[in-house]
């Protein structure tokens, strides 16, 4: 029938159109051209006064089902551009602005720092302990074997709270070490066992190099056969890991009430590698660390057998060896949170 071929013309023609429109003028003018006064589809309707009575209705059904199926597939094409157009309307996107930056943060110096040391002795098999920063006396010095006139328990180094601790007759305070993470750790433990305790400390004091609360790392070994040869293994080993292998080590005598014998420990200069410079005040060496072979007295108070149970104890100030590694000469910068200075690391 010449009529279904001319009906199946139109609909080739439609749908090659319509797959090309992409925006509602463009569809306006299918529109026009199939659902207009003038459009192909209304010439053939206007037709069927010429074909026969017989062939009238059928003619009349293929017609309406043409306009119908076409008109469907205008409505869906018109539905997505207007929902295309709605989104930029919205501003839901627009493709034509250029991403935004994110301003992306990073970890605070110490904390970097902190957490590598931490790593370092994880992997040489130490666990992690903690305490409180708020202590009793006992804890802090007591235990520690501090003499009862002990200058470091004087008003000027330590911050002594309000509260008032009954047990020991004596304010609560702001530990001033990490050391008091030993005897707590002692009190619940037994050897042999290696922890490290890292935390914030607080002391009445601030300069250059010293400020009111600053960050250590505790470190103790204790068992039966643990000697002040492996203090030295396991403190070289730091260096090496913290500084690079290059770097060189030094005991020196000193004294804590905690630890005896005690040490001091410096590392060669990181700047002029020993030859003596501004930063290590023509020594060549950087202080870095006190430790010690755990005194008897300390063990005593936590009821070990002293003639079984021997270790030692290190203590590290972390702001001291973020200075040293990142060259930074004012211990102040770490806690003024100068955006300028934070985004260096
Ligand atoms: N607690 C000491 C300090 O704060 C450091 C230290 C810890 C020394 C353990 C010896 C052993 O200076």
Not at 53 to 70: D, F, T, V
Not at 79 to 90: A, H, L, T
Not at 309 to 335: C, H, P, S
Request: aromatic fraction near 12%; hydrophobic fraction near 40%.
């Amino acid at each position: 029938m010449e009529l279904k071929e001319k009906l199946d013309k139109i609909r080739q023609s439609f749908n090659e159109k319509i797959e090309k429109v992409e925006n509602l003028e463009d569809l306006e003018k299918i529109r026009i051209e199939f659902f207009g006064k003038k459009s192909e589809v209304i010439e053939v309707a206007k037709n069927i006064k010429n074909f026969s009575e017989s062939e009238k209705p059928l003619a009349g059904k293929y017609i309406n089902e043409l306009k119908n199926e076409l008109l469907e597939i205008f409505e869906n094409k018109k539905n997505n551009i207007d929902e295309n157009k709605k989104d930029i309307q919205n501003d839901l996107f627009d493709i034509s602005v250029s991403g935004k930056k994110f301003a992306i943060g990073n970890l605070h110096p110490i904390t970097k720092v902190m957490r590598e040391v931490v790593e370092i002795f994880e992997r040489l098999g130490f666990g992690i302990a903690e305490g409180p920063d708020i202590e009793s006396d006992y804890y802090n010095f007591t235990a520690l074997n501090f003499p009862e006139e002990h200058p470091a328990r004087d008003m000027q180094d330590t911050f002594f709270l309000d509260a008032f601790d009954k047990d020991n007759n004596k304010p609560f305070l702001l530990r001033t070490h990490t050391s008091p993470v030993q005897i707590r750790f002692m009190n619940e433990h037994s050897p042999p066992f290696q922890i490290i305790s890292p935390g914030s400390v607080y002391r009445c004091d601030s300069d250059v190099s010293h400020s009111p609360m600053f960050h250590q790392v505790e470190g103790l070994a204790i068992g039966e056969n643990i000697t002040f040869a492996n203090l030295k293994w396991v403190l070289i080993e730091f260096i090496h890991k913290m500084f690079g292998i290059d770097i060189k080590a030094r005991f020196r005598p000193s004294f804590f009430p905690f630890t005896e014998p005690s040490v001091e420990v410096d590392m060669s200069c990181v700047i002029c590698s020993g030859k003596g410079c501004r930063i290590c005040k023509n020594t060549g060496w950087l202080e870095i660390l006190g430790a010690g072979m755990v005194h008897t007295n300390v063990l005593n108070n936590v009821g070990y057998d002293i003639d079984k149970m021997q270790g030692f104890a290190f203590g590290m100030g972390i702001e001291r060896i973020a200075m040293i590694k990142y060259q930074v000469n004012d211990i102040r910068l770490f806690f003024e949170n100068d955006i300028r200075f934070l985004k260096q690391f």
